[in-house]
Nanobody, 122 residues
Framework: QVQLVESGGGLVQAGGSLRLSCAAS????????MGWFRQPPGKGREFVAA????????DYEDSVKGQFTISRDNAKNTVYLQMNSLKPEDTAVYYC???????????????WGQGTQVTVSS
């Protein structure tokens, strides 16, 4: 069992930055691939980024490439999402999730955090 707790969301002006953190419980964090997803208002959940258990492999949804950076610190059981040059369309609830398989599909992830709200004002 892995429990995930996101933090770092908030209200920011367009062009600003936020860093989301996702702290995981348990001693097996380093065995899981980790992903970030988001759910904009009135829309479905969408893939943002993923990082492999070792950190060697990283994947981004095309619209956030060059804007967001995913990273992890296995010693701290934490995965991060650095978000720069934020736009109003980045407004969403952001979720971190853990998977034993390398995937962009949300159904491939077995543990989820409660989400953190990111609101970007224009």
């Amino acid at each position: 069992q892995v429990q995930l707790v996101e933090s770092g969301g908030g209200l920011v002006q367009a062009g600003g930055s936020l860093r989301l953190s996702c702290a995981a419980s348990g001693r097996v964090f380093s065995t899981y691939h980790m992903g970030w997803f988001r759910q904009p208002p009135g829309k479905g959940r969408e893939f943002v980024a993923a990082i492999s258990h070792s950190g060697e492999n990283i994947d981004y949804e095309d619209s956030v490439k060059g804007q967001f950076t995913i990273s992890r610190d296995n010693a701290k059981n934490t995965v991060y999402l650095q978000m720069n040059s934020l736009k109003p369309e980045d407004t969403a609830v952001y979720y971190c999730a853990a998977s034993i398989s390398w995937s962009r599909r949300d159904y491939g992830y077995i543990y989820w955090g409660q989400g953190t709200q990111v609101t970007v004002s224009s």
